[in-house]
């Protein structure tokens, strides 16, 4: 490992250093939220010291998603626009906001059952919630109700995803599907089911049931909330 008057000698200023040394002092918790960042961002900018740009990042959070969060949401030109971030930075933040999903994730597929809705749901939350359109995704399950595979049929608008029960027993029929559980997301926050929600729900389970694939739940994931079809008892309406 270099030592601090190697990196000072390679372009870092004190200021600059100042997480590392406190990183390696006292460790990752007494740093802050940005002192974190600034770690990742490594260099500041004409007068700006990597604390400085990442304490600007933190800021550019909307409603929904703000602070570290709102790493999930900015695109790599909203990143572009702070000053002292270029192209480099911006991948490689939000490379770290993809790192944090995906061991969310790895985190949640301990143990999960598919029989479970708030295993799935909690599972799916961390793709699903930060996303700015809904997302339609199919489980297909055997009939121990282990899970064959998943597929995402729809990227729809901010209020919508276009799906259609032919859409999806298609996929059911070429995974040899014994069920199926429907999720997809509320960019809103809200899960609460709309009528479309509730009406396209019915026809799916009623078409399953013609083709003798279980529709064993919907579910609607919302920020860091769900709603289950099964656990309202609205399958059986």
């Known amino acids: 490992m270099k030592s601090f008057n190697n990196m000072i000698a390679d372009g870092d200023t004190c200021e600059d250093m100042l997480p590392y040394e406190r990183f ?10 940005a002192e974190l960042l600034a770690i990742i961002i490594r260099t500041g ?3 700006y010291s990597p604390v400085d740009i990442a304490r600007n990042v933190l800021e550019l959070g909307n ?15 909203e990143l572009l626009k702070v000053h002292g971030i270029g ?6 933040l939000k490379s770290v906001a993809e790192l ?14 598919f029989e479970n809705p708030e295993m799935i749901a909690r599972y799916y939350m961390e793709r699903l919630r930060h996303e700015d359109r809904e997302n339609v995704v199919i489980l297909s399950l055997n009939n121990k109700l282990k899970l064959i595979n998943e597929t995402t049929l729809s990227l729809g608008t901010v209020n ?11 996929q059911a029929l070429k ?22 929600d509730i009406s396209i729900t019915n026809k799916i389970r009623d078409s399953g049931n013609m083709l003798d694939i279980n529709l064993k739940d919907h579910i609607i994931i919302g920020d860091q909330s769900y709603f289950s079809f099964l656990e309202k008892g609205l399958l059986w309406q």
């Open 24 to 33: 390696l002092k006292s460790g990752p918790e007494s740093l802050t939220d």
């Open 45 to 47: 900018a004409n007068g």
């Open 63 to 77: 409603t929904k998603e703000k602070g570290l969060n709102s790493l999930y949401c900015l695109s790599i030109d």
């Open 87 to 92: 192209k480099v930075k911006a991948i490689m």
């Open 100 to 113: 944090s999903k995906r061991m969310s994730l790895q985190r949640a597929s301990i143990g999960i059952s």
């Open 160 to 170: 919508s995803a276009i799906i259609s029960p032919r859409d999806i027993f298609i």
């Open 175 to 196: 995974s040899g599907a014994s069920s199926i559980v429907m999720l997809h997301n509320h960019p809103s926050g809200d899960p609460a089911p709309s009528r479309a």
